[in-house]
């Protein structure tokens, strides 16, 4: 990585990897936090929540889900950094804003991925042990939801086409995208 005294963005890449590598270690101690069934995180963040009448079991599978999905989004932009700022040196400073919301976005589509499946809108196959989950079960979720923050963009897609199943196509919308970039309109009267 070159770093020029005209150019900020060696240094925009190193906090960017600092942040990252925070966000990361914060994932890793909260996993413990609530693998160690001590909330302490959850404690702060929710203090009204009274823990002798929720269901840990809940509490602690969408928790993994929502570690292993920062986890995974935080990897996937390290090697975006290291692809586009060492090997490439191509780093631009507009990639910032992604790398910062990343881990966030990917923790946020955990949360609505983990509700499609327990309501079972999304199957993915295997028994469903939530009420008395066991270790593999637990780990089971934290991997889903590594996969979901490795692969933002592919559930993205994923869930587009499960909403499109559910409400429509988008043929139905009044302005459509062509495929030049352009808008174009779409006659109001002849959508049902």
């Known amino acids: 990585m070159k770093i020029n005294r005209d150019d900020s963005s060696g240094w925009i890449q190193l906090s960017l990897a600092f942040y990252l590598l925070a966000c990361g270690m914060m994932c890793v101690y909260f996993l413990v936090d609530v ?27 969408i928790s993994y889900t929502i570690v292993g999905s920062v986890i995974g989004a935080v990897i996937i932009s390290l090697k975006g950094l290291h692809v586009h700022g060492v090997v490439h040196q191509e780093f631009k400073n507009s990639y910032s804003g992604s790398y ?47 996969l979901i923050g490795f692969a933002w963009d592919k ?4 869930l587009n086409t499960l909403a499109v199943q559910i409400f429509g196509d988008e043929s139905n919308k009044p302005v459509a995208a062509a495929s030049s970039g352009e808008k174009t309109e779409i006659n109001p009267e002849a959508n049902p």
């Open 155 to 158: 559930v993205l897609v994923k």
């Open 35 to 61: 693998w160690s069934q001590q909330f302490f995180v959850i404690r702060i963040l929710f203090p009204g929540i009274n823990f002798k009448t929720v269901d840990l079991a809940t509490i602690k599978t």
């Open 100 to 146: 910062v919301i990343g881990p966030w976005a990917a923790g946020l589509l955990a949360i609505a991925v983990y509700g499609l499946m327990r309501g079972g809108l999304l199957i993915f196959g295997g028994a469903s042990e939530i009420e008395n989950p066991t270790q593999a079960t637990e780990f089971s979720y934290l991997g889903l939801g590594f």
